[in-house]
């Protein structure tokens, strides 16, 4: 390696796992360089949360990260840790130094099949993390009575439209979005989708909205032609608009292996619905993606509390799956690898990916994946996690 990535470590069961990895699955077979951020919740404590900002730069910086789950602190945890205070969650903190998207994509085996047959290849969710109803302002209206929308623009632009006479009690909501996200949004899936080679798909409602909705498509279509039209073309990949529920008819028919970007709602949702149908939490990653094209690698899932507690009970190792982190490595080495054009470590990320999916296709799993896992029973042995990563090490 010639450029570090960003080392964040985590906390609980994923930062027991994390060690782990590190020391059976990847320095014995690489010269590793990382620049090392703890942000496990003892040290965001002592720091007073600087070293969350520190890492988030430092991925500014070198334009690679890999992190570990961590506790995002609520009552309970500031009671448990003793804590100065109530922390943020460090991935909103990364999110908003880096401005990026969330992309979920979930890992594939022969062995375990998703719950939609006709789906052969991993379809990826990007979710536009900001704005609309989760910073909606609402109310219950209690009375008859009239509800405006005012705006009253800074250089005289001032509107008021009626919105709705009550004639009895009822619900009023409004909500916002703003360009500036929403170019950051589609600039960061048109890098995922050229980083990834696959064809992007975003999909609104803008026939019923047709200010608010029409503006992402606008926004989507005008950064395209202008920015990255050639460079699909030179890809090979395409970019598709489409309604929303034209998305959803067409993503049930077809057999993966593209993005979905989905506004805020549509990407809280589907995301749900398509990782579940995938499988499982534990075999899906997740990737933070700048539009600038800053990349931070993690597994989906949190740092799996209740099996830290198991383990800490009894000091027995536990049989948590860490397939979702030991991707967030492969994925962060093998973009390295592109980035400083060492195509040693590139193959270093596909073969502890190959060695990881072989291992599951072998029929030695971690507990999560019994019931999932197709293969017949005489040939499944369940692991702890140690266990299974030595298997990995073994065939790596
Ligand atoms: P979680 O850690 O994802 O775990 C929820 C449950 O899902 C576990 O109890 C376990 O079920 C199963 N699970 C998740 N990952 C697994 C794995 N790798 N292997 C096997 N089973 C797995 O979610 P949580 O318990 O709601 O949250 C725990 C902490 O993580 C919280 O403090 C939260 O703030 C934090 N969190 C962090 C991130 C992040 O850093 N990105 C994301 C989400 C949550 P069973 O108990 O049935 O085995
Ligand atoms: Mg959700």
């Known amino acids: 390696m010639t450029t570090p990535i960003v080392e964040m470590d985590g906390d609980e069961m994923t930062r027991v796992l ?16 990382t620049e090392y951020y703890d942000l496990g919740l003892p040290k965001r404590d002592e720091t007073n949360d600087k070293i969350t900002w520190d890492a988030a730069e430092a991925t500014k910086k070198y334009g690679v990260a890999v992190k570990c789950a961590t506790i995002t602190p609520n009552k309970q945890r500031v009671e448990e840790y003793k804590l100065k205070e109530m922390w943020k969650s460090p991935n909103g903190t990364i999110r908003m130094v880096l401005d990026g998207t969330v992309f979920r994509a979930p890992i594939l085996t022969s062995c375990i099949h998703p719950v939609v047959k006709n789906w052969k290849k991993p379809i990826t969710i990007a979710r536009h993390a900001y704005g609309d109803v ?11 009575g009239k509800a405006e929308l005012v705006f009253t623009g800074k250089n005289g632009a001032t509107f008021r439209e009626t919105v709705y006479d009550y004639e009895c009690p009822g619900v009023l909501q409004a909500m916002y979005n703003k360009d500036t996200s929403i170019n950051s949004f589609a600039r960061s899936c048109f890098e995922y989708a050229l980083a990834t080679k696959q064809d992007l ?15 992402f498509k606008l926004r989507f279509q005008d950064i395209f032609e202008s920015e990255y039209k050639a460079k699909f073309e030179k890809a090979g990949i395409t970019y598709f608009y489409t309604l929303i529920d034209d998305a959803v008819a067409r993503v049930m028919r077809s057999e993966g292996g593209f993005i979905w970007a989905c506004k805020n709602y549509d990407g809280d949702v589907m995301s749900d619905m398509v990782s579940t149908a995938f499988g499982s939490l534990a075999m899906m990653t997740s990737v933070l993606v700048s539009p600038d094209g800053n990349f931070e690698y993690e597994a989906a899932h949190g740092t799996v509390t209740k099996h830290w507690y198991r383990y800490k009970e009894t000091g027995k190792m536990t049989s948590t799956n860490p397939v979702a982190t030991i991707f967030a490595w492969s994925g962060a080495l093998s973009k390295r690898g592109e980035f400083d054009k060492n195509n040693a470590l590139v193959d270093f990320g596909k073969k502890l990916e190959k060695a990881t999916i072989d ?3 072998s029929g030695i799993i971690t507990g999560d994946l019994k019931n999932l896992c197709e293969l017949p029973a005489e040939k499944i042995q369940v692991k702890d996690s140690k266990e299974f990563i030595e298997a990995i090490a073994s065939r790596l």
């Open 359 to 361: 291992t599951i296709e």
């Open 134 to 144: 989760y910073r909606g302002t609402e109310f219950r209206v209690p009375e008859p």
């Open 201 to 215: 798909w975003f999909s609104t409602k803008d026939t019923i909205s047709k200010q608010y909705d029409q503006t």
């Open 18 to 33: 994390w060690k782990i990895i590190k020391e059976d699955l990847i320095e014995p077979f690489i010269d590793l360089k």
